[in-house]
């Protein structure tokens, strides 16, 4: 059964440091997506990539954040420094979108607290 | 742009009770409608899609269609059990010829509470 997996699950840190999240995609999807989950927002769309192109990341404070694909297998999200307004849950979702409303599979999260 | 609005609860409800989860939305195209369900400590599962006006979603007992009259897409099910106690997301995503689409976009969430 393909899973989306994301590493790690949880991160607690510390104002200041950097952070990486780190996403492996289902097998043959073209498609990753980062959300970001908190009470306050509810879930936003930070940015995604298609066949490891960004597409959009309007969603993202530039100056804070960065999210690249360096392979078909990986897809990363840096926050560096962190803040602590950054706690939330991150979620990376990948979809094979070649017809109309293709499915995305959600990963189980990172759930990062800034200290 | 694009959102989606949604009771946001709680909502407490007894077992083998009438479920109904309002949600509409605003969109600047032809969206495709989604139930994500959020079950404590997990991500988020497809619960059922519609991709056009008058489509029917369904699974495991709940359906939603599409009414574009009314924007809207809410989410029912017959006769709940406690086992669907959970986090319910509206979300919509616009898509585009030849198979693009965008990220979606989620109402706030429903959390329902069944009690036996």
């Known amino acids: 059964d393909a899973r989306v997996t994301q590493t790690p699950r949880d991160k607690v840190t510390e104002m200041g440091q950097e952070v990486t999240m780190r996403c492996q995609p289902i097998l043959g999807h073209n498609t990753v997506f980062w959300y970001r989950q908190t009470m306050k927002q509810g879930l936003e769309l930070l940015a995604y990539f298609r066949n490891r192109a960004p597409l959009d990341d309007s969603g993202m404070p530039k100056d804070r954040f960065s999210a690249e694909m360096p392979d078909a297998t990986l897809a990363t999200l840096k926050i560096q420094p962190s803040e602590p307004r950054d706690s939330a849950v991150y979620f990376c979702a990948s979809g094979l979108f070649t017809t109309a409303a293709g499915t995305q599979y959600f990963g189980p999260g990172t759930r990062l607290t800034v200290l | 742009g694009n959102s989606v609005t949604q009771m946001e609860g709680p909502v407490t409800l007894s077992e083998e009770a009438f479920l109904t989860i309002n949600c509409t939305y605003t969109?600047?195209?032809?969206?495709?409608l989604f139930w994500y369900v959020q079950y404590p400590g997990e991500g988020l599962q497809l619960l059922l899609k519609a991709t056009k006006a008058d489509d029917k979603g369904s699974n495991k007992g709940f359906e939603a269609t599409y009414r574009k009259e009314t924007t809207s897409f809410h989410l029912e099910k017959g006769s709940v059990q406690v086992s669907d106690s959970a986090v319910y997301f509206c979300a919509l995503r616009l898509e585009y010829s030849g198979g693009g689409a965008d990220g979606l976009t989620f109402g706030k969430g429903t959390h329902l509470i069944i009690q036996p």
């Open positions: 969109a600047t195209g032809y969206p495709s």
